[in-house]
């Protein structure tokens, strides 16, 4: 493959842009500055590659990352009022089709999943594919074990016809729960709780599945490996 299409597959744009970069001297791959667009290169060999002075990340085909989202970010391309959540991942990721995986609101924070395997975000966007979702909700108004009990029982939602359940709901002191719910319905978490009565004045997610957000900074994403895709049940492409 030349070096051109390398970079192209690797996100840096069209075939005129990666050309150029080649042309600037913008690319050193494995240590040696890349003089020709035209040269050949055998993508499972390469070692390294530097694009302006930053390393860049090898991409394998399909990726696989998670985001701890912070507040006043849109899950959306075309964001409305505030900056998007693509802002805070690599720009090359756009011209590879990455996609989030379900949205948040503006205002909730913590685990955002990413990939440009279509299969991945679809299966996992799915109403037939059961992942827990598990956030931390801060309430406005104390919360009470007859709250949880409710959330757990089923609360009937503002112009739903069916109850929603939580599927765990832990209390963790007076303001703040942990509860795990199936659905992705819209606002669904400030829904429920609303119909118990109370309201929700933060919303983290603190887990999908098996999958933890842990110790990922505010802000900042990681790439998930083989393993972390099969505690969602997803085995990697
Ligand atoms: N439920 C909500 O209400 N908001 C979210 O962002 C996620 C779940």
Redesign the pocket.
């Known amino acids: 493959m030349e070096l051109y299409r390398f970079l192209q597959q690797q996100g840096f744009g069209g075939r005129k842009a990666c050309r150029e970069l080649v042309d600037d001297g913008a690319v050193v791959l494995d240590g040696m500055p890349a003089a020709n667009w035209r040269m050949a290169v055998d993508p499972a060999q390469v070692q390294s590659l530097v694009v302006n002075d930053e390393p860049w990340p090898l991409l394998p085909p399909f990726f696989y990352l998670m985001l701890h989202k912070p507040a006043a970010y849109e899950t959306s391309h075309q964001p409305q009022h505030h900056r998007s959540v693509f802002r805070l991942l690599p720009w090359q990721f756009a011209n590879l089709g990455v996609a989030a995986v379900?949205?948040?609101?503006v205002?909730?924070t913590g685990m955002l999943l990413f990939s440009n395997d279509g299969q991945f975000v679809h299966s996992l966007s799915s109403p037939r594919k059961v992942i827990p979702?598990c956030?931390q909700v801060t309430a406005r108004h104390p919360l009470t074990p007859g709250v949880a009990q409710q959330l757990l029982e089923g609360v009937l939602l503002h112009d739903e016809q069916e109850t929603l359940a939580a599927t765990a709901v832990t209390l963790l002191d007076d303001y703040r729960l942990n509860m795990s719910?199936t659905q992705?319905?819209?606002?669904?978490?400030?829904?429920?709780?609303a119909a118990a009565g109370n309201r929700?004045e933060g919303?983290h997610?603190i887990a999908m599945g098996e999958l933890a957000l842990g110790d990922l900074a505010e802000g900042q994403w990681r790439f998930l490996s083989a393993d972390e895709l099969l505690l969602l049940g997803y085995t990697a492409r």
Not at 102 to 105: A, K, T
Not at 184 to 193: A, D, L, N, P, T
């Open positions: 379900g949205r948040l609101d205002d909730t979702k956030y719910i992705g319905k819209y606002h669904q978490v400030k829904r429920m709780i929700v919303l997610r």
